[in-house]
């Protein structure tokens, strides 16, 4: 890993935008810190860097959000993505590297497809709220998809908008979730040796650029519409989906 004016630049960039998503603005969006990161780091080092860097934002977006949230949702999501986790970590120990590329793409492709689905209601919450089994389902797939590359995020939001939530419950109990969810991961991710003595360095430059994105993030919740930011995401994640996938297939 190279801290050159490239690495920070993007790493930066990526950092803030997660923040920002993480903050409650662009919900689910943080994941694509992960595909950005991925076009100049290894797979491994990408969701390495991120994950200490997540776990801050989620502490730091727990405060304003704090008794918001859906316990139960929270609590039936959380339980399901244990053994989630548990495949994750199975997968990677036989996984190589061009294998996390596709799969980081494909799923950054997927999440475009699921939101333009949802803007165009192809897909709809469903007329009754999702019980505690298709929660727990959800869960186990957010829990893997999580794993893998910090995208929890679509599973999360098929369960909580069946349920009818507002905006500011939603948030709260995403925060929730995906706090539990990054600290079931640390574990696996250490075990791994997903992290590195690089990683934690540049986490520690990064740790100001995580703090000032949930901030930002929180602020725009309340004030701003989401249009051009999720305009934006679409069109990154696209870009670097695509270019994850002809990577690891070339």
């Known amino acids: 890993m190279e801290y050159d004016l490239t690495f920070f630049a993007i790493a930066t960039l990526a950092v803030v935008f997660a923040g920002i998503s993480k903050g409650g603005f662009g919900s689910g969006a943080a994941f694509a810190a992960t595909p950005l990161l991925a076009l100049i780091l290894?797979?491994?080092?990408?969701?390495?860097?991120?994950?200490?860097l997540l776990m801050l934002m989620d502490v730091t977006a727990l405060r304003p959000y704090w008794g918001k949230w859906d316990g139960r949702a929270a609590a039936v999501?959380?339980?399901?993505?244990?053994?989630?986790?548990?495949?994750?970590?199975a997968v990677y120990r036989l996984a190589d590297p061009d294998i996390f590329r596709l799969l980081i793409g494909l799923v950054a492709i997927t999440f475009v497809l699921f939101q333009m689905a949802r803007k165009y209601r192809l897909i709809r919450p469903a007329k009754r709220?999702?019980?505690?089994v298709g929660g727990a389902i959800a869960g186990v797939v957010g829990g893997l998809t999580s794993f893998v590359s910090h995208a929890g995020g679509p599973p999360a939001a098929v369960f909580l908008l069946s349920r009818g939530l507002d905006?500011?419950?939603?948030?709260?109990?995403?925060?929730?979730?995906?706090?539990?969810?990054?600290?079931?991961?640390?574990?696996p991710y250490a075990m791994l040796g997903i992290f590195s003595w690089e990683t934690v360095k540049a986490d520690l430059f990064l740790i100001p650029a995580a703090i000032v994105g949930v901030m930002i993030g929180v602020r725009a919740h309340r004030i701003m519409?989401?249009?051009?930011?999720?305009?934006?995401?679409?069109?990154?994640?696209?870009?670097?989906g695509t270019k994850l996938i002809w990577d690891a297939l070339t």
């Not at 290894?42 to 200490?52: D, K, N, R, Y």
């Not at 709220?129 to 505690?132: L, Q, S, T, Y």
């Not at 905006?167 to 574990?187: E, G």
Request: glycine share 10%.
């Open 42 to 52: 290894e797979p491994g080092q990408a969701v390495g860097l991120m994950l200490p």
């Open 225 to 240: 519409p989401e249009r051009l930011f999720f305009a934006f995401t679409y069109l990154l994640l696209t870009a670097t």
């Open 129 to 132: 709220p999702m019980g505690d």
């Open 167 to 187: 905006k500011t419950t939603y948030q709260a109990t995403t925060v929730l979730m995906f706090w539990a969810i990054n600290l079931m991961k640390f574990v």
């Open 77 to 89: 999501f959380i339980l399901g993505a244990l053994p989630g986790v548990a495949i994750g970590t």
